[in-house]
């Protein structure tokens, strides 16, 4: 032939080198245990249904369906059920029947489907999540609950119960505060000087090595011991 090769052993033919170049024990067969090389690439066949398709976009295995993908976004697994993503970002398990990421390692990290409970990870934080919604973060401050409803703050200074911003009580290295601290509110304080009962910045009784009862002022009555 003038624009083609076509090498033959034993009467059959091995080779056909043209436009497309096919290398198999018989090219009559060229998708059983054979080698194509055609413009969209290069395909190494075992059978029609199992080979390895190279080409600009990089590399896929079929196994009875594309089970691989490898590039610029690489798939292990059939995206059409469960399957591993990866990209220069994250990788990514995935069901692809129902198009749900169940796990994404990157920047953030995913444990569980982010539309519903899951765990994120990041550079400053393990957060506890209901979607969009944090229930427990884990981090220099550790907070047990929705921040804007009741919860705990945890951090290297106390131990603070909140409804919101509002804090109720704070247990610390050095004291502990039962109600809301303010300037306005009753609590008590316990601390190494025993145990003070206020109403906003005003001592109503002490408790200590000397127990008074009675609002701490010149002008109003108490009791001393």
């Known amino acids: 032939k003038s624009d083609a090769v076509d090498i033959y052993a034993a009467g059959i033919q091995r080779a056909a080198i043209g436009s497309t170049i096919t290398l198999a024990p018989d090219v009559s067969a060229p998708t059983t245990d054979s080698v194509v090389v055609a413009a969209g690439g290069v395909k190494i066949y075992d059978s029609a249904t199992d080979y390895i398709h190279i080409d600009s976009t990089g590399l896929k295995v079929y196994d ?57 990870i990041n550079t400053s934080t393990i957060d506890v999540k209901d979607g969009v919604t944090t229930l427990s ?48 509110d009753e609590h008590v304080i316990i601390d190494s000087d025993g145990l003070n009962v206020k109403d906003g910045v005003t001592s109503l009784a002490q408790f200590g090595s000397t127990v008074r009862v009675g609002p701490n002022a010149n002008s109003k009555s108490r009791v001393e011991v």
């Open 64 to 120: 009875g369906g594309l089970k691989a993908q490898f590039g610029t976004t690489s798939y292990i697994g059939a995206q059409t059920t469960e399957h591993i993503k990866i990209t220069a970002s994250s990788l990514e398990v995935i069901d692809g029947a129902t198009a749900t990421t169940y796990a994404s390692f990157g920047a953030t990290t995913k444990i569980g489907d982010a539309s519903n409970e899951h765990v994120e």
């Open 137 to 184: 973060s884990f981090g220099a401050t550790t907070t047990i609950g929705q921040t804007s409803g009741r919860h705990i703050s945890i951090d290297g200074t106390d131990v603070r119960v909140k409804q919101g911003s509002t804090v109720k009580s704070i247990f610390g290295a050095s004291s502990i505060t039962l109600g809301h601290n303010s300037t306005t």
